[in-house]
Nanobody, 127 residues
Framework: QVQLVESGGGLVQAGGSLRLSCAAS????????MGWFRQAPGKEREFVAA????????YYADSVKGRFTISRDNAKNTVYLQMNSLKPEDTAVYYC????????????????????WGQGTQVTVSS
């Protein structure tokens, strides 16, 4: 069992930056592919980014590519999402999730591949 807690959300102006953190407890995060997802008001939850167990591979949704960076520090049992050049359409609740599957299963973009989820952190980008 893994418990995930997100932090770092808040209110920021368009063009600004935020760094989200996802701290894990219960088991070593190095055993999991990690992902970030988001859900905007009135919309379905969508994939944002994923990172392999060792951190050597990453994958991004087209909407955030070039602006967001996912990283991890397995020694600190923490995953990060650096968000730059934020836009109002990035406003959402952001969730981190842990997947026991290997990166090479190719399932990291699918919500139903993830086994554990955090409670989410709100990100609001004002125009």
């Amino acid at each position: 069992q893994v418990q995930l807690v997100e932090s770092g959300g808040g209110l920021v102006q368009a063009g600004g930056s935020l760094r989200l953190s996802c701290a894990a407890s219960g088991r070593a995060l190095s055993s999991y592919t990690m992902g970030w997802f988001r859900q905007a008001p009135g919309k379905e939850r969508e994939f944002v980014a994923a990172i392999s167990m060792g951190g050597g591979s990453t994958y991004y949704a087209d909407s955030v590519k070039g602006r967001f960076t996912i990283s991890r520090d397995n020694a600190k049992n923490t995953v990060y999402l650096q968000m730059n050049s934020l836009k109002p359409e990035d406003t959402a609740v952001y969730y981190c999730a842990a997947d026991r599957s290997s990166w090479y299963s190719g399932s990291y973009g699918r919500q139903n591949a993830y086994d554990y989820w955090g409670q989410g952190t709100q990100v609001t980008v004002s125009s």
